[in-house]
């Protein structure tokens, strides 16, 4: 039985994932998009008009594999999901001294662990039928030091190792690993004083979203797999 495909948005209440999910269903590609706060999802949903039935609204908390894994179970038993975005993501903005244990252990859990699980969650059924694609939304602290985001680096800057690992190792399964790393964009993540004095020079989510949806829609031999973009006036 040939299933419909799908496209699995993680973070997808807010920030970059809401316009990705967004932008997708409005699009005409179906999306599970993935979040804590399933009443942000709903929200969504209602506002996409005559696109809503491409959105399909998922509780899950990304940083526990029992729900992640009973959630591909049963998404994969009623869709195809031929692309994965793991775009959930948090941050603490303290220097390192100043960042308390639990802050760290949230911060790897949902960044890092989180998206692993995710990965390692629908890569036997993409091995499987020889194609897919996972899509990594990750900053560009993994090119560039900054300074009171050492736990948020870590967790990126390990997805992105761990990223560039696994796209060797599925070349011959046709399986496209790209990662999106962003400059400064204006989502919530940020403290509002700097929102207030940064957000003009900030990228917008929209604008980031149809990048992502370009990707998407690459379906000849060539693939980004490491895509760097920054405000067009650099880094804050």
Same mark, same amino acid.
């Given at each position: 039985?040939?299933? $419909?495909?799908?496209?699995?948005?993680?973070?997808?209440?807010?920030?970059?994932?809401?316009?990705?999910? +967004?932008?997708?269903?409005? $699009?005409?590609?179906?999306?599970?998009?993935?979040?804590?706060?399933?009443?942000?999802?709903?929200?969504?949903? $209602?506002?996409?008009?005559?696109?809503?039935?491409?959105?399909?609204? #998922?509780?899950?908390?990304?940083?526990? =594999?029992?729900?992640?894994?009973?959630? =591909?179970?049963? &998404?994969?038993?009623?869709?195809? #999901?031929?692309?994965?975005? $793991?775009?959930?993501?948090?941050?603490?903005?303290?220097?390192?001294?100043?960042?308390?244990?639990?802050?760290?252990?949230? &911060?790897?859990?949902?960044?890092?662990?989180?998206?692993?699980?995710? &990965?390692?969650?629908?890569?036997?059924?993409?091995?499987?039928?020889?194609?897919?694609?996972? &899509?990594? +939304?990750?900053?560009? #602290?993994?090119?560039? +030091?900054?300074?009171?985001? *050492?736990?948020?680096?870590?967790?990126?800057?390990?997805?992105?190792?761990?990223?560039?690992?696994?796209?060797?190792?599925?070349?011959?399964?046709?399986?496209?690993?790209?990662?999106?790393?962003?400059?400064?964009?204006?989502? *919530?993540?940020?403290?509002?004083?700097?929102?207030?004095?940064?957000?003009?020079?900030?990228?917008?989510?929209?604008?980031?979203?149809?990048?992502?949806?370009?990707?998407?829609?690459?379906?000849?031999?060539?693939?980004?797999?490491?895509?760097?973009?920054?405000?067009?006036?650099?880094?804050?």
């Amino acid at each position: 039985m040939n299933k $419909n495909k799908i496209v699995w948005i993680t973070g997808a209440s807010s920030g970059i994932g809401k316009s990705i999910a +967004i932008k997708f269903a409005q $699009n005409g590609i179906r999306v599970a998009a993935a979040a804590r706060r399933l009443d942000l999802l709903e929200k969504i949903k $209602n506002e996409l008009g005559d696109k809503a039935e491409f959105f399909i609204p #998922v509780q899950l908390d990304i940083s526990n =594999y029992d729900d992640v894994e009973r959630f =591909y179970k049963n &998404i994969s038993g009623d869709y195809t #999901v031929d692309c994965l975005i $793991n775009n959930a993501g948090t941050t603490s903005f303290k220097e390192g001294i100043q960042n308390s244990i639990e802050e760290i252990q949230n &911060i790897i859990s949902v960044n890092l662990l989180g998206s692993i699980y995710a &990965i390692k969650s629908v890569l036997p059924d993409m091995s499987d039928r020889k194609s897919g694609t996972i &899509i990594n +939304i990750l900053s560009v #602290v993994t090119q560039k +030091i900054f300074t009171a985001s *050492s736990a948020y680096s870590a967790s990126k800057s390990g997805l992105h190792a761990y990223a560039k690992v696994l796209r060797e190792e599925v070349r011959d399964k046709n399986i496209r690993v790209i990662n999106v790393s962003p400059g400064a964009t204006a989502t *919530s993540i940020w403290p509002e004083g700097v929102l207030k004095k940064y957000s003009d020079r900030m990228m917008n989510t929209d604008n980031l979203a149809e990048i992502v949806l370009n990707i998407y829609n690459e379906k000849s031999n060539l693939v980004s797999e490491e895509l760097v973009v920054r405000p067009i006036k650099g880094d804050l």
